[in-house]
């Protein structure tokens, strides 16, 4: 498939609801819905991970970056970052996997925000 042009790539593989199946432990499965990361939403979020001062900004790193994606069916946010970051760790981990997949995030941005 050829694109021609940016308005027919956003067309094409824009960033639509999508839902997801989700896996944690042997306990449970569950569908969620999320939306893709713009680019620049992408670098803001990845921004936010260092300090003003070049310090690591870590805290709640994996719900801040779920609340960004995770969406009802209409693409309403579904929670804040600090209501995500109450959830059970295990459950938070296998949506932030899904997370980080959708948006062609390395294996472990945690080890790669550390290391910057």
């Known amino acids: 498939m050829t694109i021609k042009s940016l308005t027919e790539f956003n067309s094409t593989f824009g960033t639509e609801v999508r839902e997801v199946e989700v896996q944690f432990g042997t306990e449970a499965a569950f569908s969620i819905f999320l939306k ?45 970052a600090d209501e995500i970051g109450e959830m059970r760790a295990e459950a938070l981990g296998a949506v932030f996997d899904k997370v980080r997949i959708l948006n062609g995030m390395d294996k472990d941005v945690v080890k790669e925000a550390k290391n910057d």
């Open 36 to 80: 893709p990361l713009t680019s620049a939403s992408r670098d803001a979020f990845e921004a936010s991970c260092l300090g003003t001062k070049g310090e690591r900004n870590l805290e709640n790193l994996r719900a801040r970056l779920v609340a960004k994606c995770w969406v009802d069916d209409a693409g309403k946010p579904v929670g804040t």
